[in-house]
């Protein structure tokens, strides 16, 4: 009998031994080895283990009656030594050795832990084989353990959502922006998270940890870059494995990676075969199960002397998480091109992606519905031409014919406590209720909830509402969507940023039904936004989702030079000031210097290189960013006040030096002037900005909705106020009130056209409370966007500069 | 056969953005999108000029930063109702880096 020692009883040795057997019965003495003290199990099967949906016993694969009917010798809980290849025999820990004409390796992988401070302490643990399991079991049976998890791939999810039904508070620690960013995409990803959350595990993407805290050698914490603790009984890490090649190595075979084998899976040397996570084939290496059965056949083919070669194919992925539908297959990032067919159905949470290249399916994320997973990951392997399905590729292989997609599904979906009027709290269920008791219009959903009575931005939601359920009965009025992504406006996706708590503009994307997988160029400002005006803390800025003045904070000009505009608070400046604007102006080579009619100095023509320096030397003499180019705060006009002028009642510079303070950096819809001037003579022309404040002997009279553009317009006036502590809250409130209403765009005099004196008064003049909110939510914004753009660029000008400059090698 | 020029690192475009390479002929805009997917077209806009390399990405395309001229990145087409072209310039991504064809930057004048 020829024989054969394995090193290594996983699934891939596991396979290969069966076909072996198959293929030649008796033909083979077997000695097995395996470090841990069992023989095969479906390891890929854990994650029910730990869930509790299964036992051990129903996932072992070789059983003892098993291993003794082939004639296996078992040396499990024994781990090898060494290899001697010259004698061809395994030394085994206890010094046996055991002869091998043909020897396997199948020593798998080992988790990778990341080496934190702390990783030693007792309850720092992988998760990768049974013992690992049990533990996690064990912990959860204590009442009120906490887990954290840190790796949001594959594995740390299937850990944490077994944790979570076992009873654990679960957090789960995500070093990149979306979860299985190997093999979702961004909008997966997003309605993978939601599913989790729901479950109640905490998840934080984009997060880093410091180290791990413990107590009596015991863990206690997680800390994470920020300095915050995520306290925790058990830390499960869950960031990759890497190759267990040590006896490879030691014993002299090629190993890279993992141990190097040829197509019919020998290594380095003819006599020693591997097979499964231990192995590189191409430069590949292996971590999904389909792959490594593929390798096994061709074990058993080798070692019986037949032919036979492993091919590398494509892979598909699903999550073993019970309710989390997804399923990923192929390339679906890299790659010129390529197309995508994206289809979203938000009612059902479902999201579709096929990417498209040469009329084949190159790859294929799906979430919600993946029922159509196998077809398409068929339609990816056998490189399918499928130019003549390609309009109905999406929909999958039953679909014949087709209607278009419901423009109102995402109404649709929302839940009946969806709030839809912001104003008077009216949620769609009521509104639901109000059309069943005879509403079957927008007045009569007015007259009986009020919804849409007040700011009326909702009113395309509520008419939406009455669409779907009074169906061909109501005839929706035509309007005006956002673009050609989304048939919403900017009123019912501003209500559902609200409303249904979108913080990332994935959730936007989704969650709205976007036609497309990144918007466009109308789109994405808006959205952008919305998201940084109604979530400030929540949402993170996207400057690629901003037009080139704000992403570059200056004005691009029509050769493609930038304007440069330091701020002047209040209009006023110093000689210093004004002796560095000069040099600056010099040293940069600066062909025009115009005074602004914001009441101060524009530098024009500098070149785009240059600008992170020129804010450098701007910023040495103590001047910031003057936001000329921003749809936020541009200046505070002024007059001299009662400082020279003899007719001036109140220091008019002094309070717009104080509004340009606690305003600049503010984003709004679009452009925000002001001006302040010290008496009705109004000097400062404060009656044609966005927002004017007149001061008269008792006090501040201010107004709002001036224009002096393409229109002319002049304010009306929102209230006065009798000090000037009053007026800059007032200011800040309608600001913020205007923020967070009106559409993107629109200046406070539109969207004072479309909601109402009437209404902004009701929000932040008449109702004091409401006044503070509005306060206290335009304060929270500054906290994170009150600050110098130019400064912080400055300390990376290798952003502004070439990518790279080739003149001198394109003249060789 | 192509002749590669090694650039840059990928990440040193960002996501959905783009950075210039200076030639001899011109500048080229290097775009990476949201797949990380890179091409390299003429940094001129065929309307009046405009920095394309300063404008929005959105898929495969980007919109000039001067008047809203949109551009298939791919093919330099001018899309929708203006009509015009750019040159585009093979460009790939080998293990992170950025590589530009060759031939092209030495013997193919970008305007």
């Known amino acids: 009998m020829k024989k054969l020692v394995v090193i290594g009883a996983g699934m891939a040795t596991g396979r290969a031994l069966e076909h072996l057997f198959e293929t030649e019965p008796g033909a083979w003495d077997v000695t097995l080895f395996n470090a841990e003290p069992r023989g095969n199990y479906n390891r890929i099967m854990l994650s029910p283990v730990l869930s509790g949906e299964k036992t051990y016993e129903e996932i072992v694969t070789h059983d003892a009656d098993w291993y003794e009917a082939h004639g296996v010798t078992c040396r499990f809980g024994e781990k090898v030594a060494s290899v001697d290849r010259d004698r061809k025999v395994v030394i085994a820990e206890n010094g046996d050795e055991v002869a091998y004409d043909k020897l396997l390796f199948g020593t798998g992988s080992n988790p990778f832990i990341i080496p934190l401070p702390g990783h030693d302490l007792d309850g720092v643990i992988a998760y990768r084989d049974l013992e690992d399991t049990y533990r996690m079991m064990e912990t959860a049976g204590t009442p009120g353990a906490k887990a954290v998890v840190i790796g949001g791939g594959l594995l740390g999810l299937e850990a944490a959502a077994g944790l979570r039904m076992r009873g654990m508070e679960v957090c789960v620690v995500h070093l990149m922006g979306h979860l299985m960013d190997r093999q979702l995409d961004e909008a997966a990803g997003y309605l993978l998270?939601?599913?989790?959350?729901?479950?109640?595990?905490?998840?934080?993407?984009?997060?880093?940890?410091?180290?791990?805290?413990?107590?009596?050698?015991?863990?206690?914490?997680?800390?994470?870059?920020?300095?915050?603790?995520?306290?925790?009984?058990?830390?499960?890490?869950?960031?990759?494995?890497?190759?267990?090649?040590?006896?490879?190595?030691?014993?002299?075979?090629?190993?890279?990676?993992?141990?190097?084998?040829?197509?019919?899976?020998?290594?380095?040397?003819?006599?020693?075969?591997?097979?499964?996570?231990?192995?590189?084939?191409?430069?590949?290496?292996?971590?999904?199960v389909a792959p490594l059965y593929d390798q096994a056949k061709v074990v058993a083919k080798t070692l019986t002397g037949e032919h036979d070669s492993f091919v590398q194919r494509e892979v598909s992925t699903k999550l073993k998480v019970t309710g989390c539908d997804?399923?990923?297959?192929?390339?679906?990032?890299?790659?010129?091109?390529?197309?995508?067919?994206?289809?979203?159905?938000?009612?059902?949470?479902?999201?579709?992606?096929?990417?498209?290249?040469?009329?084949?399916?190159?790859?294929?994320?799906?979430?919600?519905?993946?029922?159509?997973?196998?077809?398409?990951?068929?339609?990816?392997?056998?490189g399918t031409d499928i130019a003549d399905m390609r309009e109905n590729l999406i929909f999958g292989p039953a679909f014949q014919g087709g209607t278009p997609l419901d423009p109102l599904a995402a109404v649709a979906a929302l839940p009946r406590d969806a709030e839809i009027c912001g104003c008077n709290g009216v949620c769609k269920g009521?509104?639901?209720?109000?059309?069943?008791?005879?509403?079957?219009?927008?007045?009569?959903?007015?007259?009986?909830?009020?919804?849409?009575?007040?700011?009326?931005?909702?009113?395309?939601?509520?008419?939406?509402?009455?669409?779907?359920?009074?169906?061909?009965?109501?005839?929706?009025?035509?309007s005006q969507s956002i673009c050609a992504c989304t048939d919403m406006t900017h009123e019912d996706v501003r209500r559902m940023i609200k409303s249904q708590k979108l913080t990332s503009m994935a959730a936007v994307f989704q969650e709205c039904g976007w036609k497309t997988s990144c918007g466009c160029h109308v789109c994405r400002p808006a959205l952008n936004f919305y998201l940084l005006a109604d979530?400030?803390?929540?949402?993170?800025?996207?400057?690629?989702?901003?037009?080139?003045?704000?992403?570059?904070?200056?004005?691009?000009?029509?050769?493609?030079?930038?304007?440069?505009?330091?701020?002047?608070?209040?209009?006023?400046?110093?000689?210093?000031?004004?002796?560095?604007?000069?040099?600056?102006?010099?040293?940069?080579?600066?062909?025009?210097?115009?005074?602004?009619?914001?009441?101060?100095?524009?530098?024009?023509?500098?070149?785009?290189?240059?600008?992170?320096?020129?804010?450098?030397?701007?910023?040495?003499?103590?001047?910031?960013?003057?936001?000329?180019?921003?749809?936020?705060?541009?200046?505070?006009?002024?007059?001299?006040?009662?400082?020279?002028?003899?007719?001036?009642?109140?220091?008019?510079?002094?309070?717009?030096?104080?509004?340009?303070?606690?305003?600049?950096?503010?984003?709004?819809?679009?452009?925000l002037k002001l001006a302040v001037s010290g008496c009705p003579r109004n000097c400062a022309e404060a009656t044609c900005k966005d927002i004017g404040v007149v001061c008269v002997d008792s006090g501040y009279q201010i107004s709002i909705g001036g224009a002096a553009g393409m229109d002319v317009r002049e304010t009306t006036l929102l209230a006065q106020v009798a000090t000037e502590e009053e007026a800059i809250d007032l200011i800040k409130a309608v600001t913020?009130?205007?923020?967070?209403?009106?559409?993107?765009?629109?200046?406070?005099?539109?969207?004072?056209?479309?909601?109402?004196?009437?209404?902004?008064?009701?929000?932040?003049?008449?109702?004091l409370e409401s006044r503070q909110a509005h306060v206290y939510r335009f304060e929270l914004s500054q906290s994170i966007y009150r600050k110098d753009p130019w400064a912080e660029h400055a300390k990376k000008p290798e952003k502004y500069q070439p990518l790279a400059d080739l003149t001198l090698e394109a003249a060789e | 056969m192509t002749d590669w020029i090694d650039i840059a690192a990928l990440e040193d475009v960002p996501q959905r953005g783009a950075r210039v390479v200076k030639t001899r002929f011109g500048c080229l805009a290097v775009f990476r999108?949201?797949?990380?997917?890179?091409?390299?077209?003429?940094?001129?806009?065929?309307?009046?000029?405009?920095?394309?390399?300063?404008?929005?990405?959105?898929?495969?395309?980007?919109?000039?930063?001067?008047?809203?001229?949109?551009?298939?990145?791919?093919?330099?087409?001018?899309?929708?109702?203006?009509?015009?072209?750019?040159?585009?310039?093979?460009?790939?991504?080998?293990?992170?880096?950025?590589?530009?064809?060759?031939?092209?930057?030495?013997?193919?004048?970008?305007?």
């Open chain 2, 33 to 111: 999108t949201a797949e990380d997917e890179v091409y390299a077209i003429e940094n001129s806009c065929p309307h009046k000029k405009g920095p394309l390399a300063e404008g929005i990405v959105h898929g495969k395309f980007v919109t000039c930063p001067l008047h809203n001229w949109v551009i298939s990145l791919e093919t330099g087409l001018v899309q929708g109702a203006d009509e015009g072209e750019v040159i585009t310039c093979p460009a790939r991504v080998e293990d992170g880096r950025i590589l530009l064809d060759s031939t092209f930057l030495t013997e193919r004048a970008v305007a």
């Open chain 1, 193 to 288: 998270r939601k599913a989790l959350t729901d479950r109640g595990i905490e998840i934080r993407c984009s997060t880093n940890s410091k180290q791990i805290l413990g107590e009596n050698g015991k863990v206690r914490a997680l800390e994470l870059d920020d300095g915050t603790e995520i306290p925790c009984d058990l830390l499960v890490m869950a960031v990759g494995i890497r190759p267990n090649v040590k006896l490879a190595q030691e014993c002299g075979l090629a190993v890279g990676r993992a141990i190097h084998v040829d197509d019919q899976m020998v290594t380095s040397d003819p006599d020693v075969l591997a097979v499964g996570e231990c192995v590189e084939h191409n430069g590949a290496i292996f971590g999904l």
């Open chain 1, 326 to 382: 997804l399923f990923s297959a192929g390339d679906f990032a890299d790659g010129e091109g390529r197309e995508d067919i994206v289809f979203r159905d938000p009612a059902r949470g479902v999201y579709k992606r096929i990417v498209i290249e040469d009329n084949k399916v190159v790859g294929a994320v799906m979430y919600g519905d993946t029922s159509d997973g196998n077809w398409f990951f068929g339609l990816i392997k056998d």
């Open chain 1, 736 to 767: 913020q009130c205007y923020r967070e209403h009106a559409k993107y765009l629109d200046r406070i005099y539109k969207w004072m056209d479309k909601v109402g004196l009437d209404w902004i008064q009701d929000q932040v003049v008449n109702d």
């Open chain 1, 430 to 478: 009521q509104i639901e209720d109000a059309i069943a008791a005879g509403a079957t219009d927008l007045g009569g959903i007015r007259a009986t909830t009020k919804a849409s009575a007040s700011c009326g931005t909702c009113t395309g939601l509520v008419e939406q509402v009455l669409a779907v359920t009074l169906g061909d009965d109501f005839v929706m009025p035509a």
């Open chain 1, 535 to 671: 979530w400030p803390l929540e949402y993170q800025d996207d400057p690629q989702s901003r037009f080139i003045n704000e992403r570059k904070h200056a004005n691009i000009q029509k050769d493609g030079t930038f304007s440069v505009v330091p701020r002047m608070w209040g209009g006023i400046t110093t000689p210093q000031e004004l002796r560095a604007i000069a040099d600056a102006a010099e040293k940069y080579s600066v062909p025009t210097v115009k005074v602004t009619g914001g009441q101060r100095i524009d530098l024009l023509g500098v070149k785009g290189e240059d600008l992170p320096s020129i804010w450098y030397d701007l910023n040495q003499a103590g001047m910031v960013s003057g936001y000329a180019y921003s749809k936020g705060l541009r200046t505070v006009k002024t007059c001299v006040g009662t400082d020279h002028c003899r007719f001036g009642t109140q220091d008019s510079t002094g309070l717009g030096i104080k509004l340009e303070k606690t305003l600049h950096g503010s984003w709004t819809p679009h452009k």
